[in-house]
């Protein structure tokens, strides 16, 4: 079946160290049908894809080295693969992406991934435009009716999908990023997730995750639920009306103009995101200003994962040849990967210099956090009581959580507590 799969193995093994990256492959007997299979033409993207980026990150020799192994893996996939590659891209329907963040926000780095991507598994020949700062309302609306092909975003910014939206994008004190994916892919997730959008004539794929989140920018330390009383923040997802609980007014607002509306006043207190995305939003520069010093506080309770999502109009996706929706998916899966692992590589190195910089940090009181995580259970409960689909996913998601938390403990936490943990003398390992 994949004699692609051998030849792009064999471009790796021939221009990489055998030490370092150890590819085996069995031989198969050729296929018997006269095409391959989606499956193997989706491979064939993945392992060109991957010979990319080996190429991009090589020690020893950079692209060039690699330029070979790259031809090879795109000019001599096994007999019929470029051949319908062409033929599955000569007369694909045209795409068309909006995204709903401004064209230099750090968030659109998804799309860009994806975008490269894409030309990558279709050699070029299947060009994506891309639309910026379209309103969310809009975007949603636009690519529900076919106006545009796809779009990208956060399920909690379309309000037509809600209760069940939350789920896929985060919950309070739930999922975190691996286990999210997990949940996803071997799960159920995946299926619940299509079966939520169905009714919009729409097909949803992963678009990246922004890993585990800060718990926001405030004006003074939070130390109980009382001390949220009056304050006005700008909070994403279920976190803000589990805070409102407290009496904290949610206030919607662009996470372009978090940083303007801190020094202006209009607002007390907000979150965005990771280290480094909170950094490319300027707030880090707003907390050391005289006018609105701010206090960093952790852990992100509110969104221990923040997942992002392409939409895909659905009679595109029915239009598309079982060979195109591979290259989606393939894409698509490559531009998720690739954003949630450059935030996980970003944040530590952003976090300390955010730190050296003088921003003051404050973790939430362990108190807060569990009369927090009580509060978010009430909302959640009440946020999907009335809706039965709703209902279904709330128990797919916590069932699934639940196996986490029994794992957890006895592995990556039970890890972690004594990873960075250095013994004073050989004496101290006795």
């Known amino acids: 079946i994949l004699r692609s799969h051998c030849t792009c193995c064999c471009a790796l093994n021939l221009f990489s160290s055998p030490t370092l990256l150890p590819i085996h492959t069995t031989p198969l007997a050729a296929a018997s049908s006269p095409s391959p299979p989606p499956r193997a033409i989706e491979l064939n993207g993945m392992f060109s894809a991957a010979i990319s980026a080996l190429a991009r990150t090589s020690p020893a ?56 991507a894409l030309a990558e598994v279709s050699g070029g020949a299947w060009p994506l435009h891309v639309k910026y700062g379209v309103k969310k309302e809009i975007a949603f609306d636009e690519v529900r009716a076919g106006a545009i092909s796809m779009t990208v975003g956060h399920s ?3 309000p037509d999908t809600a209760p069940a939206s939350a789920f896929f994008a985060s919950i309070p004190f739930g999922l975190g990023p691996e286990e999210f994916a997990a949940w996803v ?42 001390d949220f009383a009056g304050v006005r923040m700008r909070i994403e997802g279920l976190g803000g009306p589990t805070l409102a609980r407290c009496g904290l007014k949610v206030v919607d607002a662009p996470a372009s103009k978090l940083a303007t509306m801190l020094r202006e006043g209009s607002l007390d207190a907000c979150e965005f995101a990771t280290p480094s ?52 998916r393939a894409a698509a899966r490559e531009a998720s990967e690739s954003f949630t692992r450059s935030n996980l590589a970003l944040n530590r190195g952003v976090l300390l210099e955010i730190i050296n910089s003088g921003v003051i940090m404050h ?3 362990l108190d807060l956090l569990l009369e927090l995580k009580k509060l978010a259970e009430e909302e959640v409960c009440e946020h999907v009581h009335h809706h039965e689909f709703s209902r279904e996913v709330h128990e797919s998601y916590h069932r699934f959580m639940d196996t986490m938390i ?24 006795d």
């Not at 070979?68 to 045209?94: D, G, I």
């Not at 952790?298 to 929706?325: C, I, K």
């Not at 029994?406 to 390992?429: I, K, L």
């Open 61 to 116: 020799g950079g692209p060039r080295a690699l330029a070979p192994a790259l031809a090879l893996a795109q000019a001599a996939p096994f007999p019929h693969a470029r051949a319908e590659r062409q033929s599955a891209t000569s007369v694909s329907p045209p795409l068309s992406l909006s995204s709903v963040w401004p064209e230099t926000f750090v968030n659109n780095d998804v799309v860009r991934s994806f975008q490269h």
């Open 156 to 158: 909690t910014y379309w």
């Open 185 to 226: 892919s071997h799960g159920g997730g995946k299926e619940l997730w299509r079966e939520h959008y169905r009714p919009h004539n729409l097909v949803p794929f992963m678009a990246g995750d922004t890993g585990m989140q800060m718990g926001g920018w405030f004006n003074k330390r939070m130390r109980s639920t009382k």
């Open 277 to 328: 995305m909170d950094l490319a939003a300027g707030l880090p520069t707003v907390a050391l200003s005289e006018e609105c010093p701010l206090i960093y506080h952790y852990p992100g309770w509110h969104q221990p994962s923040a997942v992002f999502e392409f939409l895909l109009n659905g009679d595109v996706h029915e239009q598309m040849s079982t060979q195109q929706r591979a290259m989606i």
């Open 363 to 365: 973790q939430f009181p």
């Open 406 to 429: 029994r794992w957890g403990p006895m592995s990556a936490h039970a890890m972690w507590q004594w990873r960075d943990v250095q013994p004073t003398s050989s004496h101290s390992r």
